[in-house]
């Protein structure tokens, strides 16, 4: 339920001002301002192609804009090295694929980056991936490895592993569009408890379940340009341009 | 929304930027490959120089002065960049029909590996196993000093067999063909031949097109050619072609044609060897070609002839084709050894041109070019031919 | 049996598999007589073989003369070694093998197997007629192994063992060569141009192998690299060795290499020989390192930018244990054809196996005698190179079972 959620200040924590991208010449995000508060969960959705997923991956420089600001937690994103790996280290994300390293246990993909990057101490990494394995439900699967866990438990390893890296934010890519349904909802009940207790969240994706608990905004995408942007009441009874109204006609039944 | 001042382009030091440590890194990474190329010539022409040499090819115009048992025209008087040629030229003698009994001997062996027959399925693993697992010299020289130089006889005791055909140490002679007088009026009918051919292919494709069938009308072609080739034969006043029986002299025999001992072990050893190589990778792409793909076309009533020419052996080739290229590259390659049981290749000729003349880098350059050349070649072509079958995707 | 029985039962509808043994005649008619062109097929088969192992056996225990083998066998497996520096060639196989039993006490599993195989043959081999003090040292190896094995064993899982194992594996490889080479001062240099027989094609290989991987995984990281310098650089030594036979290389080594390099620094012969097979197998390395960092899906590199791991880091913790381990295969491979190839040593006058049996058989004693020599030496390559292969084959299919 929101209103449990602390809102510490009213800074926003990301700022995009008219980014563009392109990719040789198709225009993939054709001016998107944006500003995300502290604390504040939005849902991206939007048709496939619409540029979504390639946008939340310029905010953690995974994908470079061309044109426009992006600036996170007051640091601009540029071609300096040290502001590029500074974000990258408040920024945490959940891939769609995954994408966990599959010569590594559980809890060594958990620990590695806090040992080599934050330069932990190995046994307190330990202890804290333990701590964020039981948070996210799979305490007991710390020494397996990737490939003898299912969908929505390596889905929560992802989860626990970009956790570990204590980031300001965290940014989801369609993080339950290749899972079984029946692991959806360990995934998404996971997400539900990291909002709830005040972590900024960026997600992408087609559940519109999630967006109406726990979204503050649902945002929405096509042609690459940000279309509409509203509360989930009033975007799911109220939407104002065409697209939207399209848009929810085919995915709400 | 604020509007907060940000500056946009902060001199970023550029020992930050990403795009200066880019360019500065393949600055440092060239210089440095660099400063190591101009030492090693710095090197070379200080020694060039106290030795009295220079580099120039034009020692390639002198005299040879050395023979060359087999190949092309070539006597000791011929000058050396002839000599090389000739080398050349066995080089490349060797390795196409190297090439296509290795492709046969692989093709035969790799099927095998999939018969249904316990016993011809367990002796062609035995074959692959055995000769994949000794070096390739050894077996050059198992075939050549152990083989044909031990069990075979000498020239005087020659083994003949009938057509004048001669087997000895020496090697194994043949009759063969050479043109006479009238064989020039006797081409004019091949081309005219080539060019009915060619028509009747083309007519015939257009007929079956019509009708909607499919069809290569390469039988009709051939027919065509056969028939004017033979008409031209009896019409034209004489034998264009005559036969040069092996006659033994002396001490040797002249005439007709020679397979050389070495060049006999070479392309033996060379194919033996590639062969089996080549039926790992043959068996391979068969096996590669997904079980449904052989259901589906069973299903549709092919029988299994057609299932395997229209179905398996497309996608099965083009699993194949990429490491038969490599592997036809290595029996090129391989075919240098040919060094070192006495048959004249492009090493052994350059090799025998630098004994004489004292030009190291010279005839290095041309040797390792020659190999270059013919490796780029055939990358070329099967580059060429990867790209024409590439299956069309999305 | 009947508590089992009576167990399937319980399950519903799980009924017992009919019995597979096939009768012999049953498994004769499909696998070998199951249509007309397969019996042929089959008697043509059965006909080749008889006829050439009956040649072969006949052969083999009449007419050849077996002695030259145990006679000139020290100068083919090591050469003219001075007799009295053998201990260091014992020692350096003691190291080996001892290592080899180490590793496999501590691991258990293939290299357990295989290790028992490894100690079993010097036991075999104590049976040819050897001298005895030559047996004595044989069985030395065995012993060798066996204290490795239960240092191993004992070892298991200490915390140390494993940071010794690798160390030891580490610095076997200068050792044995200091070993076998000398140091002057403490031990005589043994020449290495003329004196080393079948150690020099093992000796090569190893060497080849054990520098050319580092050097070929930084060709194939060069080469996928985005800098367009880097790339251009390492794709044209790539491809320009691998358009050129091994031996144009060696020829090249042994007569150019002195014009290039300045008059006071002349590098042994065998020394430039190893130079030049390990940078002929880098390149090759090269192409199979890439193929298995082509493999890695780019999501890999994604998270671990995403958790902020540097270019550097990314490599070496992620992208290559993923790589090396998807290539394992292809790199044991590389290594049988390297062994293979040590055989052209020969060409630029070093003795190795193949080049010494040609001087032997230029002794008048022994000069008919090629088809044994020559069968021995492809007995030798072959039990080596089929073990390697084999055991690679294992260790595919151990790591395809790593996975869930």
């Not at chain 1, 439900?137 to 490895?145: F, L, N, V």
């Amino acid at each position: 339920m929101k209103g449990e959620r602390p809102v510490t200040d009213n800074e926003g924590i990301i700022i995009c001002r008219e980014v563009h991208k392109w990719f040789g010449d198709f225009h993939a995000i054709r001016g998107i301002s944006l500003t995300v508060k502290r604390g504040e969960v939005d849902v991206i959705c939007g048709p496939s192609g619409s540029g979504k997923s390639t946008f939340i991956r310029t905010i953690n420089r995974l994908e470079e804009h061309q044109r426009g600001q992006i600036i996170v937690d007051g640091i601009e994103l540029t071609h300096d090295l040290k502001n590029i790996e500074t974000i990258r280290r408040e920024v945490g994300m959940v891939f769609q694929q995954f994408n966990l390293f599959p010569h590594l246990t559980v809890m060594q993909n958990v620990t590695l980056a806090p040992v080599w990057v934050l330069k932990m101490r190995k046994g307190q990494a330990q202890k804290r991936a333990m701590e964020l394995l039981e948070r996210v439900g799979i305490p007991e699967q710390a020494h397996k490895y990737p490939g003898q866990l299912s969908g929505g438990q390596q889905q929560r390893v992802v989860i626990a592993r970009a956790l570990a890296m204590a980031p300001k934010i965290m940014l989801f890519d369609e993080p339950t569009s290749a899972l079984d349904p029946e692991m959806i909802k360990e995934v998404l009940d996971v997400m539900k408890e990291l909002a709830r207790s005040g972590m900024t969240m960026i997600v992408v994706t087609h559940e519109m379940g999630f967006a109406r608990e726990v979204a503050d905004r649902i945002i929405f995408f096509d042609f690459g340009q940000l279309i509409e942007e509203n509360t989930p009441e009033e975007f799911f009874h109220n939407p104002t341009h065409e697209r939207t109204k399209l848009f929810l006609s085919q995915i709400l039944q | 929304m604020e509007k907060r001042k940000v500056v946009s382009s902060h001199a970023i030091p550029f020992w930050r930027d990403i795009r200066v440590l880019r360019v500065v890194s393949q600055i440092v990474f060239l210089v440095a490959i660099a400063a190591g190329i101009w030492w090693l010539l710095n090197n070379l022409q200080t020694n060039l120089r106290n030795s009295g040499l220079s580099i120039t090819f034009r020692f390639l115009g002198d005299t040879a002065g050395f023979p060359i048992s087999e190949g092309l025209t070539y006597d000791p008087t011929n000058v050396n960049v002839y000599a090389f040629l000739v080398g050349v030229v066995n080089t490349i003698r060797v390795a196409v029909i190297g090439i296509v009994l290795a492709t046969i001997i692989g093709t035969l062996v790799g099927i095998s590996r999939l018969s249904s027959n316990w016993l011809v399925r367990r002796l062609a693993a035995l074959y692959v196993e055995t000769v994949r697992n000794i070096p390739l010299l050894v077996q050059l020289f198992f075939w050549y000093f152990a083989v044909m130089l031990t069990a075979l006889p000498l020239v005087k005791d020659s083994i003949s067999l009938p057509g004048s055909i001669y087997l000895s140490r020496r090697g194994l002679y043949l009759p063969s063909l050479v043109p006479t007088a009238s064989f020039s009026v006797w081409l004019w009918f091949l081309l005219g031949g080539l060019a009915l051919a060619i028509v009747v292919y083309v007519l015939r494709r257009a007929q079956l097109k019509r009708a909607d069938r499919p069809g290569i009308p390469i039988g009709w072609a051939a027919i065509a050619l056969v028939l004017v080739a033979v008409a031209g034969w009896f019409i034209v006043s004489g034998n264009p072609l005559s036969i040069d029986l092996p006659v033994l002299k002396r001490f040797n025999f002249e005439g007709g044609l020679w397979l050389s001992t070495p060049f006999a072990s070479l392309v033996l050893g060379l194919a033996m060897y590639t062969g089996a190589f080549i039926a790992e990778i043959v068996r391979a792409g068969i096996l590669a070609v997904s079980k449904g793909q052989t259901e589906a076309a069973k299903a549709l009533g092919l029988r299994k002839a057609l299932v395997l020419r229209l179905v398996v052996m497309p996608q099965a080739l083009r699993v194949i084709i990429p490491p038969l290229a490599s592997q036809y590259l290595n029996l090129t390659k391989n075919s240098s050894l040919a060094i070192l049981i006495g048959y004249y290749d492009l090493l052994n000729v350059g090799t025998t041109i630098f004994n004489q003349t004292g030009r190291a880098v010279e005839m290095i350059l041309l040797i390792m070019g020659s190999y270059l050349t013919m490796s780029l070649f055939m990358s070329l072509l099967m580059n060429l031919y990867n790209r024409r079958i590439k299956l069309v995707e999305r | 049996m009947a508590d089992e029985r009576r167990t399937l039962h319980e399950v519903k509808g799980v009924l017992p598999p009919p019995s597979e043994r096939i009768p012999v005649l049953r498994w004769l008619k499909q696998n070998l007589f199951r249509s007309w062109f397969n019996a042929i097929l089959t008697v043509v088969a059965a006909a080749v073989i008889l006829v050439v192992v009956y040649g072969l056996l006949r052969w083999a225990l009449t007419e050849a003369r077996w002695e030259v083998i145990p006679t000139n066998l020290r100068l083919l497996l090591v050469g003219t070694y001075p007799l009295e520096q053998m201990w260091r060639v014992w020692a350096t196989i003691y190291l080996v093998v001892f290592l080899f039993g180490f590793s496999s006490g501590l691991r258990g599993g293939l290299i357990r197997r295989v290790s028992a195989g490894v100690a079993a043959v010097p036991i075999v081999l104590t049976v040819l007629p050897l001298p005895w003090g030559t047996r004595g040292w044989i069985l030395g190896t065995a012993a060798a192994v066996a204290v490795g094995l239960g240092l191993g064993y004992l070892g298991k899982g200490n915390r140390w063992s494993k940071r010794l194992e690798t160390a030891g594996w580490l610095l076997s490889f200068p050792i044995s060569i200091l070993l076998l080479n000398g140091v002057g001062g403490f031990l005589p240099v043994v020449e290495g141009r003329n004196k080393w027989g079948f150690m020099l094609n093992l000796l090569g290989a190893v060497v080849g192998i054990g520098l050319s991987l580092p050097v070929g995984v930084l060709l194939a990281l060069g080469r996928r690299s985005k800098l367009p310098a880097i790339r251009l650089v390492c794709t044209a030594y790539i491809e320009l060795i691998r358009g050129v036979p091994l031996i144009s290389l060696l020829f090249m080594a042994s007569i150019m290499l002195q014009l290039l390099l300045p008059a006071n620094i002349r590098p042994d012969l065998v020394i430039r020989a190893m130079m030049t097979i390990t940078a002929f197998s880098a390149a090759y390395m090269a192409e199979n390192v890439r193929g298995g960092l082509q493999a890695i899906p780019k999501g890999q590199y994604e998270a671990a930018y995403a958790v902020g791991l540097k270019g550097m880091l990314t490599t070496v913790l992620i992208i290559l244990p993923q790589a090396l381990r998807a290539v394992i295969p292809a790199i044991v491979g590389q290594f049988i054809a390297l062994f293979k190839d040590t055989t052209l040593f020969g060409f630029i006058a070093i003795l190795e196996l193949l080049n010494i049996s040609r001087s032997i058989l230029g002794n008048l004693e022994w000069r008919g005698r090629i088809f044994e020599l020559y069968v021995f030496i492809g007995v030798v390559f072959w039990i080596l190179c089929y073990t390697m292969s084999y055991v690679s084959r294992r260790i595919e299919k151990t790591l395809g079972v790593g996975e869930r």
